[in-house]
């Protein structure tokens, strides 16, 4: 499994655009990279998964570059509610479209978006 | 919208003593999945189930856990003798054939005196 490094923490404020950077230098040519986000005592909440260039959906925009060492998760003017931890994931997504179902998710620390008033 | 929902919310047990945690997936969803995630730290993968039986688990989910589909609505994760670093919050996810998000449920606090 690739592993994967974003920041422990970030803050900003309503109404900005937060990006959060996450690193995969040994993503693989089979790999995704999916984003989720969890809200304290509440389960992780899927925001987004792309393989390359630009994925967008109606929360949330996904840049990855050409080399795809890194992606960039872009939230739009967030707002209070927006306040959790956001998880970059990276794996397989074959077993996804194949079937078998050994696709267990692995979560790393995250990154707590912090975001004030 | 379709959720997967979780029974109870929260339970407490005592040391040696078997739970049963209950989850009711996604109606059409044919993957279904349990994690954890004790207070503080990342959320743990423990087991995925296709097709009745296990697909894959984690070095966590050993023989004193299982897992079950005893009929067509409900998932079921047992812990036969629990110990006291079992207190964590454990999420059911399920997911549908061919999509790529999981969706999880709001989860069972697990408190083991």
């Known amino acids: 499994l690739a592993k994967t490094t974003q920041p422990i923490s970030m803050d900003s404020y309503e109404g900005q655009e937060v990006n959060i950077t996450c690193s995969h230098n040994n993503i693989a040519t089979n790999d995704y990279i999916t984003w989720y986000q969890q809200f304290p005592s509440q389960g992780p909440r899927f925001i987004i998964q792309?393989?390359?260039t630009k994925v967008t959906n109606e929360v949330a925009s996904l840049f990855i570059p050409a080399d795809r060492k890194s992606s960039t998760l872009s939230l739009p003017r967030v707002s209070l509610s927006d306040t959790a931890v956001y998880y970059c994931?990276?794996?397989?997504?074959?077993?996804?479209?194949?079937?078998?179902?050994?696709?267990?998710?692995?979560f790393g620390k995250g990154t707590h978006l912090i975001i004030q008033p | 919208e379709p959720e997967v929902t979780q029974t109870p919310s929260h339970q407490v047990t005592q040391m040696g003593q078997e739970v049963i945690l209950r989850c009711v997936p996604i109606s059409n969803h044919l993957y279904f999945y349990w994690y954890r995630q004790i207070l503080g730290q990342k959320v743990e993968f423990l087991v995925s189930f296709y097709n009745n039986e296990i697909s894959e688990k984690s070095e966590i989910f050993d023989d004193q856990f299982s897992v079950e589909r005893p009929d067509g609505s409900n998932f079921t994760l047992k812990i036969r003798s629990t110990k006291l670093e079992d207190s964590a919050m454990y999420f059911c996810?399920?997911?549908?054939?061919?999509?790529?998000?999981?969706?999880f449920g709001p989860g069972t606090r697990l408190t083991v005196l």
């Open positions: 994931l990276v794996g397989d997504a074959r077993p996804m479209y194949s079937g078998g179902g050994a696709d267990g998710l692995t």
């Open positions: 792309g393989y390359k």
């Open positions: 996810a399920s997911r549908g054939n061919g999509y790529n998000e999981q969706f």
